[in-house]
Nanobody, 126 residues
Framework: QVQLQESGGGLVQTGDSLRLSCAASGRAFSMYTMGYTMGWFRQPPGKEREFAAALSWSGGTPYYADPVKGRFTISRDNAKNTVYLQMNSLKPEDTAVYYC???????????????WGQGTQVTVSS
């Protein structure tokens, strides 16, 4: 079983930055050797969960949703079993609960991710 725990959310102003962290435990070693993909999703108030960014544990090109491309950066620290989402130039429309998730293949689809964290709230005030 894989456990994911997000941290780093908060209330910020437009233009500020935040870095979210997602610590993986349980079968974390297998996530690296099996090439699991780590994704960040977000769920704005009253809307469906949507893809934000994804990165394979084994490396490769990260994927970003168009609304965050150029502002958000996903990265990982294999030694710490942790994946990060650096969010710069935040906008009010970035307000959402942000979730970390793990999948066995690189994907933007919510349904492809089997493991999820509990989420962390990010609120951007105007």
């Amino acid at each position: 079983q894989v456990q994911l725990q997000e941290s780093g959310g908060g209330l910020v102003q437009t233009g500020d930055s935040l870095r979210l962290s997602c610590a993986a435990s349980g079968r974390a070693f297998s996530m690296y050797t099996m090439g699991y993909t780590m994704g960040w999703f977000r769920q704005p108030p009253g809307k469906e969960r949507e893809f934000a960014a994804a990165l394979s544990w084994s490396g490769g090109t990260p994927y970003y949703a168009d609304p965050v491309k150029g502002r958000f950066t996903i990265s990982r620290d294999n030694a710490k079993n942790t994946v990060y989402l650096q969010m710069n130039s935040l906008k009010p429309e970035d307000t959402a609960v942000y979730y970390c998730a793990a999948a066995t293949r690189l994907s933007r689809a919510v349904n492809d991710y089997a493991y999820w964290g509990q989420g962390t709230q990010v609120t951007v005030s105007s």
